[in-house]
T-cell receptor, first 115, second 116 residues
Framework: AQKVTQAQTEISVVEKEDVTLDCVYETRDTTYYLFWYKQPPSGELVFLIRRNSFDEQNEISGRYSWNFQKSTSSFNFTITASQVVDSAVYFCALRGAGNNRKLIWGLGTSLAVNP | DTGVSQDPRHKITKRGQNVTFRCDPISEHNRLYWYRQTLGQGPEFLTYFQNEAQLEKSRLLSDRFSAERPKGSFSTLEIQRTEQGDSAMYLC??????????????FGQGTRLTVV
């Protein structure tokens, strides 16, 4: 069975602090895909990143970075120098290969960045 | 705006009434998904289309739920005889299909359903 665990329900930081959102996944597939989405108060899920299981290279995009470690089945997300606009719920999701197209989601981490 | 569009954004209905939601995917995206999200939860998969074919349907989708994508473009999700437990945000997403399953899905703003 596939499962995504985001152990942190809520995180509160002060602006300019760095923050890491944890994501641990379970799957028996050898090929799979991991995603992070942001859901601001407006409700729309915004795609942030996709990572393929065969590509363990970490990625940096501006203030965002992602650390993918197959050995620990983790795909953590770090925001550097957080800003108030980063306040949102962040979801980690998993999809297997083959014909199974549905995303398996974590429960999300609600991030509040305070001025 | 060329993103995924959902209509209506909000719907309040009385228990027992039927409701229908519409989703217009990104042009040329041949895959379309419906998810449901309740407060404090991640989205739950409901169903998935590739072009006009409904390829997968969750067990969450009872007989009161039906989805269509008649011409492989827009899709509708109908809920018959609504119940209070149907109150949720209904999300539509689309993705391009090239045979590779790893492409990302882009979501609409959702339709928030409240059953009173």
């Amino acid at each position: 069975a596939q499962k995504v665990t985001q152990a942190q329900t809520e995180i509160s930081v002060v602006e300019k602090e760095d923050v890491t959102l944890d994501c641990v996944y379970e799957t028996r597939d050898t090929t799979y895909y991991l995603f992070w989405y942001k859901q601001p108060p407006s409700g729309e899920l915004v795609f942030l990143i996709r990572r393929n299981s065969f590509d363990e290279q970490n990625e940096i995009s501006g203030r965002y970075s992602w650390n993918f470690q197959k050995s620990t089945s983790s795909f953590n997300f770090t925001i550097t120098a957080s800003q108030v606009v980063d306040s949102a719920v962040y979801f980690c999701a998993l999809r297997g290969a083959g014909n199974n197209r549905k995303l398996i989601w974590g429960l999300g981490t609600s991030l509040a960045v305070n001025p | 705006d060329t993103g995924v569009s959902q209509d209506p954004r909000h719907k309040i209905t009385k228990r027992g009434q039927n409701v229908t939601f519409r989703c217009d995917p990104i042009s040329e995206h041949n895959r379309l998904y419906w998810y449901r999200q309740t407060l404090g939860q991640g989205p739950e998969f409901l169903t998935y289309f590739q072009n006009e074919a409904q390829l997968e349907k969750s067990r969450l989708l009872s007989d009161r739920f039906s989805a269509e994508r008649p011409k492989g473009s827009f899709s509708t999700l109908e809920i018959q005889r609504t119940e209070q437990g149907d109150s949720a945000m209904y999300l539509c997403a689309s993705s391009v299909g090239t045979g590779a399953p790893g492409t990302e899905a882009f979501f609409g703003q959702g339709t928030r359903l409240t059953v009173v």
